[in-house]
Nanobody, 122 residues
Framework: QVQLVESGGGLVQAGGSLRLSCAAS????????MGWHRQAPGKQRELVAR???????NYADFVKGRFTISRGNAKNTVYLQMNSLKPEDTAVYYC????????????????WGQGTQVTVSS
């Protein structure tokens, strides 16, 4: 099994910054990449940013220029630096990893973290 632990959420005023952290552990043979999604009340979960094992990144249009996803020095860790936060960024942010458990023949599965709340006040 794979476990993800997220941290760094909280309450911040509009225009402020937060940095989310996520560490994956457990049965991970290889990973294709890690990412962040978010879900606001009454809305569907949506992609925020993703980084592949090769370091390629992609961002949702609504965070381009404000958020930066990066990998940590420790294996299977990822960060999300969020600047110029807006009230509409308020959501639960979920980390995820796409990984194979024991070999290249293992299925590629996505595992989600428990989520961390980000609240931006106006």
């Amino acid at each position: 099994q794979v476990q993800l632990v997220e941290s760094g959420g909280g309450l911040v005023q509009a225009g402020g910054s937060l940095r989310l952290s996520c560490a994956a552990s457990g049965s991970i043979f290889s990973s294709n990449g890690m990412g962040w999604h978010r879900q606001a009340p009454g809305k569907q979960r949506e992609l925020v940013a993703r980084i592949t094992s090769g370091g390629n990144t992609n961002y949702a249009d609504f965070v381009k220029g404000r958020f930066t996803i990066s990998r940590g020095n420790a294996k299977n860790t990822v960060y999300l630096q969020m600047n110029s936060l807006k009230p509409e960024d308020t959501a639960v942010y979920y980390c995820n990893i796409d990984s194979r458990s024991t070999s290249w023949y293992s299925p590629l599965l996505r595992t989600w973290g428990q989520g961390t709340q980000v609240t931006v006040s106006s």
